[in-house]
């Protein structure tokens, strides 16, 4: 598919219990809403359920820079060599910039905090560039059930999830299954 709009971001989920978290990152095409790649990623806990976890299932390896470099892998792939016209819309988080300029060094990054639109000079009511994301990523959330937030049911293994996400991104995007 190619694009010029990217839209990168993760979402937050669990394995089986919330002392075993998993990240979700995705991109979507900012111009059609498509999934174009998602991953599944081990992390360490945070906050006040760390050291609860770390006693539990100790150290759990951070995979979210590897998966998300796969995911960014992917996307460049889909939009050709010529990353020179593409633009890579995230949220502010720091890490997501040297991640796509490692990735595609030529595509331009914007990082946008979501609903503040006084950025780059737009007026206040402009199309808020993380839409699409923020629609597919409410989509995941209310049509798999082991993605909800306050759910029983839960993901037992990772790779399940990251399987379940592909039939969803199968539907989603029309292929034939």
Known sequence: MKTDKIVFDEMETYEHTKLKPLSVPLAVCGRTGKILDIGVAEMNCKGHLAKRSQQLYGFRKDDRMKV?????????????????????????????STLVKGVMPKARHVAQVAGRQEQENKP??????????????????????????????????????????????????????
Do not use: C, Q
Request: cysteine-free.
């Open 68 to 96: 998300g470099a796969d995911i960014l892998k992917t996307v460049k792939y889909a939009v050709g060599e010529n990353t020179k016209n593409v633009t890579v819309y995230t949220d502010a988080k720091p890490a997501y």
């Open 124 to 177: 206040k009511d402009a199309w808020n560039d993380l839409w699409w994301l923020n629609h597919t990523a409410a989509r995941i959330r209310a049509d798999l059930s082991r993605m909800s937030r306050k759910t029983w049911v839960t993901t037992k293994k990772p790779k399940e999830l990251w399987r379940h996400l592909y039939l969803f991104i199968a539907f989603v995007n029309g292929y034939a299954l």
